[in-house]
């Protein structure tokens, strides 16, 4: 009963100290489940909706914008050896890297895809000196993810539950109880996994938005000209017997799942009774037939 009554007397004082510290949060809305029960109350701030707090709607509109950015190209290079050395040097020049480098070496020539990340503010340029090593750019392609308001969002949840970090490290001084101190620190190693999660997810929107990343598919001449006999291009010819082909064997494997699934288990359902009842029948002729004789 003792313990009860000091139990109490403490989370009455700790509640009323944070409730004084803490921010007012509107009254109709409830504090948010970031702290479970826990032998002392944890009251937290209120997380915020959309803009993190302390950011007016101008503000937030202000806010420099985190864009990630990526393009993708179809080269037709005079010698594809040549160009991938041309795009390392001008990569090592910009400051970036080589993520993915794959070469197909065929008789006519050797063909190649790279990906590779560069400074998002050199992107143009290096756009620009990588058209340069073309005597084709067949496709384009340059888009941008904004991701700015996941990133604001991210700032103030973590500021959030660095608040909540640090209270819970001074409740966790004042427990003078095991049990409720191992309480508390059981939810300290959670809210410290959850900051960690954030930092890391800030870290990595701050690295993809740093360095933009352009993937490229790189054709010599020899194998970008087109098979032609007489007029007659068989690559065109090829390319719709695969097609045909290919819808005749979706067609064939539609089917079987069609009668493996629905048309199987019917039949089956359908036709139990009726086997059932023929085998009944049979049977009660058969005893009749053995009473005649």
Not at 13 to 26: E, Q, T, Y
Not at 55 to 69: H, N, T
Request: aromatic share 6%; net charge negative; proline share 5%.
């Amino acid at each position: 009963m003792y313990k009860k009554i000091v139990y109490g007397v403490i989370t009455s004082i700790l509640a009323l100290v944070v409730v004084g510290c803490a921010p007012r949060a509107a009254p109709t809305e409830a504090p948010p489940p970031e702290i479970r029960e826990m032998p002392v109350e944890v009251v937290e701030a209120e997380k915020p909706a959309s803009a993190p707090s302390g950011y007016g709607a101008a503000d937030y509109a202000d806010i420099e914008r985190l864009i990630i950015r990526t393009a993708s190209l179809d080269l037709v290079v005079p010698d594809t050896e040549a160009a991938l050395d041309e795009i390392n040097d001008l990569v090592d020049e910009l400051g970036g890297y080589v993520v993915e480098s794959n070469v197909y070496q065929y008789q006519e020539g050797m063909q190649a895809h790279v990906t590779l990340r560069v400074p998002a503010e050199s992107l143009d340029v290096a756009l620009e000196r990588i058209r340069g090593l073309a005597t084709e750019v067949r496709h384009e392609s340059i888009s941008g993810q904004d991701v700015t308001e996941e990133y604001v969002d991210l700032q103030s949840r973590l500021r959030h539950l660095e608040a909540t970090e640090a209270r819970l490290l001074e409740f966790l001084e004042e427990a003078e109880d095991t049990e409720a101190a191992l309480e508390v620190y059981d939810r300290l190693q959670e809210i410290q996994a959850e900051v960690e999660q954030v930092k890391g997810r800030m870290q990595y929107l701050e690295q993809s938005a740093a360095l933009a990343t352009i993937s490229l598919d790189i054709t010599p001449d020899e194998l970008a000209q087109p098979i032609q006999v007489g007029g007659w291009h068989p690559e065109g010819t090829l390319r719709k017997a695969f097609e045909s082909l290919i819808r005749v064997l979706q067609f064939l494997v539609d089917a079987a799942i069609v009668i493996v699934v629905l048309v199987i288990p019917v039949l089956g359902v359908i036709a139990a009774p009726i086997i059932g009842l023929f085998f009944l029948v049979r049977a009660l002729i058969r005893r009749r037939a053995r009473r005649v004789k």
